[in-house]
């Protein structure tokens, strides 16, 4: 299993580029499946899950090519519409495959993706969402066999809950559907608009991207394109984090703030202080101990999202006074509470509230990521800790951060990492 092996207490200065959002190179990468022809996407991080979603299209017949900094998708010898099992489990974001292959295929043979560490996550909206549209859905012993003989029509639809997941295969099935498809209650999240943007350059006429309606007018064929991905907002604010738990400052490079708003005023009310300077940076400066966060209750974008709050939790632990965060997106995303208790963190959970009072020092520990945003959140904690922490199964945090801990070195950290290939491959999440 590898680790990360972290020397705390060093005080992080310097400049960080912000790598390509995960969240956004993973569903645009799967909807190139419904571009018949040559995608050139730029920005796209180097990911274990970005590598499983190429392993994905090139079983699916398409050719993939990395050139330069661009990854190179051609989809025009695409082949079968099923995924196997083995390459559907890597990923548990590779639901997302569902309205590509609708789309390009009329048709989608993939395995149920099953619950994970954070929450059983069910797929209930992306199916009401193909029927909604007219495809047929069997689900038995846990495949998903789809398909829509004549064709996807255009169909009013409204989420019950707004999903990302579910607004993705819906925006990209109903851009071939014929006629009209209106989503209500879609996810607003930046990583949505900018899948809009990519379906858009590809001939999709999609609107509203990123407001709570979306209005799809169907095309008969989309076209490749090429598109950069917008930056990763999960993984800026974690560099953030890593800096101010360590009373350090640093300039981030490609940031996009408007996207980072309601983390950006916690950090704020935390006593950071924050600077937005011309075009895409951002700088960060902490002066002292931070001060208790104001009251953090994950919620859809524009709300505080939840994919930030085991970091934030990191920065709770080592803050002057008691900070309350209540997590309302998924049911068991407090697994990484055990661990930071066994670096000297207090914090007390109720149900979906955890209480977290501050402590000048943590102290190094042994202790285990079991998923990518709580791996990232051991190693905050870890640079701001007194001693050694080891952080073990940190294959779950090469899901979603490119060069962590060589950019954290380049940023003044002690953190080295220590492959064990005795180690049992982490399960996706
Ligand atoms: C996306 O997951 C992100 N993943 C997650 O990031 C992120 O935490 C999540 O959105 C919320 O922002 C990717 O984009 C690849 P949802 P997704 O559908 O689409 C329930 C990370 O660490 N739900 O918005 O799966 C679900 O169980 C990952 O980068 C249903 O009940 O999230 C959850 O409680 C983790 N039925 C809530 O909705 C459904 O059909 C939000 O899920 C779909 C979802």
């Known amino acids: 299993m590898a680790s990360y092996i972290i020397h705390g207490g060093q005080r992080l200065e310097g400049e960080h580029t912000v790598q390509g959002a995960k969240n956004s190179a993973l569903p645009i990468l799967a909807a190139t499946v419904a571009a018949r022809g040559e995608c050139v996407l730029h920005g796209c991080p180097d990911l274990s899950d970005v590598r499983a ?13 990395r ?10 010898r695409l082949r079968g519409c099923e995924i196997p099992g083995c390459l559907m489990k890597e990923m548990r974001s590779s639901i997302v495959f569902l309205g590509p292959l609708l789309s390009a295929m009329g048709c989608a043979n993939l395995t149920a993706p ?19 549209l007219g495809v047929r859905v069997v689900e038995e012993g846990g495949r998903l066999r789809c398909d829509v003989r004549e064709g996807m029509k255009g169909a009013r639809c409204s989420l019950y809950f707004p999903s990302v997941g579910a607004t993705e295969n819906l925006m990209i099935a109903a851009s071939t559907a014929r006629g009209i498809t209106v989503l209500t209650n879609a996810a607003r999240e930046p990583e949505i608009a900018d899948l ?18 979306l209005v799809i007018e169907g095309v008969e064929q989309l076209h490749g394109a090429e598109h950069t991905v917008i930056p990763d907002r999960i993984t800026a604010v974690t560099f953030l984090l890593a800096a101010a738990v360590t009373g350090g400052e640093i300039l981030l490079r490609g940031a996009r703030p408007a996207h980072m708003d309601a983390m950006l005023s916690v950090l704020e009310q ?37 994919d930030a709050q085991a970091a934030f939790m990191a920065l709770a632990a080592v803050a002057d006074g008691t900070s309350i965060i209540t997590e309302t997106i998924f049911e068991n995303r407090f697994r990484h509470v055990s661990q930071l208790r066994r ?24 202790v285990d990521a079991c998923d990518l945003r709580a791996g990232a959140a051991l190693v905050v904690a870890g640079l701001a800790a007194q001693g050694e922490t080891r952080v073990r199964g940190i294959r779950h945090v090469d899901r979603g951060c490119e ?20 180690g049992q491959p982490e399960e996706a999440n």
């Open 53 to 65: 979603t190429l392993a994905i299209l090139e079983h699916l017949g398409c050719a993939v090519k």
């Open 67 to 76: 050139e330069g900094g661009a990854i190179i998708v051609d989809s025009s």
């Open 114 to 132: 099953g619950g994970c560490d954070i929450g059983e996550r069910p797929i209930d909206m992306h199916l009401e969402a193909m029927r909604a």
């Open 196 to 213: 809009a943007a990519f379906l858009n350059a590809c001939g999709a006429k999609i609107h509203g991207a990123g407001e709570g309606t």
């Open 270 to 306: 935390a006593g950071c202080r924050l600077r937005r300077l011309e075009g895409d940076m951002l700088a960060l400066r902490m002066y002292g101990r931070p001060r208790r966060l104001p009251t953090v209750r994950t919620m859809p974008y524009p709300g505080f999202p939840t």
């Open 343 to 366: 670096m000297g963190a207090f914090i007390r959970v109720e149900g979906r509230v955890a209480v977290v009072e501050g402590r000048r020092h943590l102290h190094g520990a042994e």
């Open 403 to 422: 060069r962590f801990e060589e950019d954290l070195r380049l940023l003044g950290a002690r953190i080295s990492r220590e492959e064990d290939d005795l």
